[in-house]
């Protein structure tokens, strides 16, 4: 599909659902409600699906109370995907990430359009933006309503909600995916009236004392392989008890043990039911999304992937010590 059949669908009112992926972070939540913000501005008629719940600190962003989530509005879910003109999928690359919903738009007869950053994306749409150096999907969400011809519709609320998304994809601006675009993209969006210290404020400052004391007790427990130049966090099923986790509270904590001047890379390991879900972040041109897709079922960005295993934690993190040892050694 050329842009301009897009772009002309778009003009006539379209029925559109926006999904993005399971566990939204804030760069899925906020390049989700700005162009639904948008579109809703175009005359459309817009749902936004999210395949999990979310954490608390996003509920904030402009169209957060209409948001559809599996699990709580299936129906009105399979509804919208059904009818759908047009189905976004934003800031994912593959319907097998997001389960059910994945297998419902795989079965629509809407357009789909895909909007993402990730690396290796499938071949599933019929309208794809993928760019692997963009900050973030809402820097390129930005660009797709300028393409659009649209930017004059951005106001302070769709600008806060890009601007989320930008801001917390790149690490408040300190990872080296932002560029000087990225700079003028949220340059522009703040001349729209987006209240940039608000959005760093409702995302940064809103710890619980709980969530503080997870932190302290993550940091306390944190193994360094110093010779390897990796930091290793970990929380398990009983710490979810202990320290009662909410949805959103391990949220950036794999950051931390890159703060080390030494160290290259971080590693978080969360027991979740039966699982192991890990995320890793590094620096500079240590590739964790090659890692993680080879050993953990995952991937994602260079200095920022994800994975999972089926192994006990103590098991995983023995394999992921054994690898990274085999490697350096």
Request: charged content about 25%; overall charge negative.
């Amino acid at each position: 599909m050329e842009f301009q059949e897009l772009q002309s669908i778009l003009n006539k009112k379209a029925k559109v659902v926006i999904v993005t992926h399971k566990n939204p972070d804030g760069d899925a939540m906020g390049s989700s409600l700005g162009l639904a913000g948008i579109l809703k501005k175009k005359g459309c008629d817009v749902a936004v699906v999210a395949p999990t719940e979310y954490p608390a600190f996003l509920n904030w962003i402009k169209g957060n109370k209409e948001v559809l989530v599996w699990g709580r509005n299936n129906k009105l879910i399979k509804k919208f995907i059904q009818e759908a003109d047009v189905l976004f999928c934003l800031d994912f690359n593959a319907l097998h990430r997001i389960d059910e919903v994945g297998e419902l738009i795989s079965e629509s007869n809407g357009k789909k359009v895909m909007i993402d950053h990730h690396q290796q994306p499938d071949d599933f749409v019929d309208y794809m933006m993928s760019d692997t150096s963009a900050s973030s999907t809402a820097e390129m969400v930005y660009e797709f309503i300028e393409k659009l011809g649209d930017k004059n519709l951005i106001d302070g609320g769709i600008g806060e909600a890009l601007y989320c998304g930008i801001m917390t994809d790149t690490g408040s601006f300190r990872f080296p995916s932002t560029t000087s675009k990225t700079h003028a993209i949220v340059g522009k969006i703040i001349e729209k009236g987006a209240d940039h210290s608000m959005v760093h404020r409702r995302i940064y400052d809103s710890n619980t004392q709980r969530r503080l004391k997870l932190l302290g007790y993550c940091l306390m427990n944190m193994e360094v392989l110093d010779r390897y130049k990796v930091a290793i966090i970990k929380i398990s099923k009983e710490d979810h008890k202990n320290y009662n986790i909410q949805k959103g509270d391990t949220e950036g904590i794999v950051n931390y043990g890159l703060s080390m001047s030494h160290i290259q890379c971080s590693a978080f390991f969360r027991e979740d039911g039966d699982i192991v879900k890990i995320s890793f972040r590094s620096k500079d041109d240590y590739d964790v999304n090659e890692f993680a897709r080879k050993y953990f079922n995952g991937g994602g960005h260079i200095n920022a992937a994800g994975g999972m295993s089926n192994d006990s934690l103590e098991i995983t993190i023995d394999k992921f010590k054994k690898i990274i040892v085999s490697q350096n050694d």
